[in-house]
């Protein structure tokens, strides 16, 4: 069967029609005919693989990667890069249009480019599978648990892809202990040029032959620092080499500040886009030096380092104790008027404002599920003079802006970013006054 694509909708899915019924493919552009199959049919709308073009569009271009379309990792690379911006924007301003009685389309800013389209990401995740006496690295295909394997990742930095086949073949070398991986996560850092791996191990696991699989790896590749180990009866990774997560840990350099990443704790895959991001909250956050500061979760203090620099104080809350512990570190290390403190904002933020409630200036960045609960609690017992609120999901950033409308606050700006070239993903800065 054959559908025309009207046009792109977030999640990277081309919509079409099929007797009226709207049906989502992948890999595709505006305009285009092409043959599908049905995998997955509601009462209102059906999932569909793409089996053939057969009209293509004349934007299409041939994808970097080899791999594209059976990976899983990317969704655009079939779109030239300043059309994924467009779609993007188009995405973002769509979804914002829910919004009642809001001219969102003025409101709503020029989506930021990121600097390189490729060879960003210094975070990758690979699944390991064992065929034989050979052990592969790979994907699973989108929306699927079809193992794929892959030899090169185009938006990897150099640093990650450089380890891909190395890393494999010391993996085969030791098939016997590697078949007790489930996945290999790789780290990296320009600004340091070092990076750590982490195995994702079942829970009963020889550590003593790991250790002999890390000692290769390290050997192999000597930018490494470390190489650790993670079972779901951990709570963190744990260094091979016990070493400690200072040891460990990643250094990135972020607006004049040596920011430390400890193996466990989160960072923007994105390292060059990361720091626009920085510079645009603290230039809409707009703080002066008697402005304090609240950051919901804060994680390792990425933003909040910078903030601090021109605020009377910030406080970090954030649940992850690990990163608590990075953050203060970072804190101390950069000389920051900034503490973090270990606190699930879901439940026990009621508690904390009670104790401390004053602040001029809200900055929340939270999962892709947003912040409804907390936004509740908060805007109950805190007026802050502005809310900066950093989304990586659009849909959860409508509802929460909802919320927070209905409270007072209007909408001052939206800043969309493209933290994820090649992918549907983007992330939105949005600022808000009373």
């Given at each position: 069967?054959?559908?025309?694509?009207?046009?792109?909708?977030?999640g990277g899915w081309g919509l079409g029609?099929?007797?009226?019924?709207a049906v989502f493919v992948p890999y595709?552009?505006?305009?285009?005919?092409?043959?599908?199959?049905?995998?997955?049919?509601?009462?209102?709308?059906?999932?569909?693989?793409?089996?053939?073009?057969?009209?293509?569009?004349?934007?299409?271009?041939?994808?970097?990667?080899?791999?594209?379309?059976?990976?899983?990792?990317?969704?655009?690379?079939?779109?030239?890069?300043?059309?994924?911006?467009?779609?993007?924007?188009?995405?973002?301003?769509?979804?914002?249009?829910?919004?009642?009685?809001?001219?969102?389309?003025?409101?709503?800013?020029?989506?930021?480019?990121?600097?390189?389209?490729?060879?960003?990401?210094?975070?990758?995740?690979?699944?390991?599978?064992?065929?034989?006496?050979?052990?592969?690295?790979?994907?699973?295909?989108?929306?699927?648990?079809?193992?794929?394997?892959?030899?090169?990742?185009?938006?990897?930095?150099?640093?990650?892809?450089?380890?891909?086949?190395?890393?494999?073949?010391?993996?085969?070398?030791?098939?016997?202990?590697?078949?007790?991986?489930?996945?290999?996560?790789?780290?990296?850092?320009?600004?340091?040029?070092?990076?750590?791996?982490?195995?994702?191990?079942?829970?009963?696991?020889?550590?003593?032959?790991?250790?002999?699989?890390?000692?290769?790896?390290?050997?192999?590749?000597?930018?490494?620092?470390?190489?650790?180990?993670?079972?779901?009866?951990?709570?963190?990774?744990?260094?091979?080499?016990?070493?400690?997560?200072?040891?460990?840990?990643?250094?990135?350099?972020?607006?004049?500040?040596?920011?430390?990443?400890?193996p466990g704790t989160f960072f923007q895959?994105?390292?060059?886009?990361?720091?626009?991001?920085?510079?645009?909250?603290?230039?809409?956050?707009?703080?002066?030096?008697?402005?304090?500061?609240?950051?919901?979760?804060?994680?390792?203090?990425?933003?909040?380092?910078?903030?601090?620099?021109?605020?009377?104080?910030?406080?970090?809350?954030?649940?992850?104790?690990?990163?608590?512990?990075?953050?203060?570190?970072?804190?101390?290390?950069?000389?920051?008027?900034?503490?973090?403190?270990?606190?699930?904002?879901?439940?026990?933020?009621?508690?904390?404002?009670?104790?401390?409630?004053?602040?001029?200036?809200?900055?929340?960045?939270?999962?892709?599920?947003?912040?409804?609960?907390?936004?509740?609690?908060?805007?109950?017992?805190?007026?802050?003079?502005?809310?900066?609120?950093?989304?990586?999901?659009?849909?959860?950033?409508?509802?929460?802006?909802?919320?927070?409308?209905?409270?007072?606050?209007?909408?001052?700006?939206?800043?969309?970013?493209?933290?994820?070239?090649?992918?549907?993903?983007?992330?939105?800065?949005?600022?808000?006054?009373?």
């Amino acid at each position: 069967m054959q559908i025309e694509v009207e046009k792109i909708v977030f999640g990277g899915w081309g919509l079409g029609r099929l007797n009226g019924k709207a049906v989502f493919v992948p890999y595709v552009l505006p305009g285009e005919v092409v043959e599908i199959e049905l995998s997955l049919t509601k009462r209102d709308y059906a999932f569909a693989k793409l089996k053939r073009i057969v009209s293509p569009s004349p934007d299409r271009q041939e994808p970097k990667c080899p791999h594209f379309g059976t990976c899983g990792g990317c969704d655009y690379q079939h779109i030239p890069y300043t059309l994924q911006l467009e779609f993007k924007q188009q995405q973002i301003r769509e979804e914002l249009r829910r919004l009642p009685e809001i001219n969102i389309d003025s409101l709503i800013c020029p989506i930021i480019p990121s600097s390189q389209p490729f060879a960003y990401r210094n975070r990758l995740k690979l699944r390991v599978k064992r065929e034989g006496y050979t052990v592969k690295l790979g994907t699973y295909k989108k929306n699927t648990r079809s193992f794929t394997p892959i030899k090169t990742c185009p938006v990897a930095e150099p640093l990650i892809q450089e380890m891909l086949i190395p890393l494999e073949e010391v993996l085969t070398q030791h098939a016997a202990i590697a078949q007790q991986l489930t996945a290999i996560e790789l780290f990296s850092s320009k600004d340091e040029n070092r990076g750590f791996i982490v195995f994702k191990t079942l829970v009963e696991v020889n550590k003593k032959h790991l250790v002999k699989m890390a000692e290769t790896i390290m050997t192999v590749l000597p930018s490494l620092k470390d190489v650790l180990y993670e079972n779901p009866a951990f709570v963190y990774p744990r260094s091979l080499f016990d070493k400690g997560y200072t040891q460990s840990g990643l250094i990135f350099k972020i607006d004049g500040n040596l920011l430390l990443r400890y193996p466990g704790t989160f960072f923007q895959v994105n390292t060059d886009q990361n720091r626009e991001l920085i510079k645009i909250v603290t230039a809409l956050a707009d703080i002066t030096s008697q402005d304090s500061v609240l950051e919901l979760y804060a994680g390792i203090g990425n933003l909040s380092l910078s903030l601090a620099k021109k605020a009377k104080r910030l406080v970090g809350l954030e649940m992850n104790a690990l990163a608590v512990k990075n953050a203060n570190y970072n804190a101390q290390r950069n000389k920051a008027r900034a503490v973090f403190k270990r606190l699930d904002v879901e439940t026990e933020l009621e508690e904390f404002l009670k104790e401390d409630n004053l602040f001029e200036l809200l900055v929340v960045d939270p999962p892709r599920t947003g912040c409804i609960r907390a936004l509740k609690t908060c805007l109950g017992l805190l007026q802050p003079r502005k809310i900066v609120y950093i989304s990586c999901h659009p849909a959860t950033l409508t509802r929460d802006l909802r919320f927070i409308l209905n409270q007072g606050y209007k909408i001052e700006s939206i800043q969309p970013l493209d933290m994820f070239p090649q992918t549907h993903h983007l992330e939105t800065v949005a600022v808000l006054t009373q």
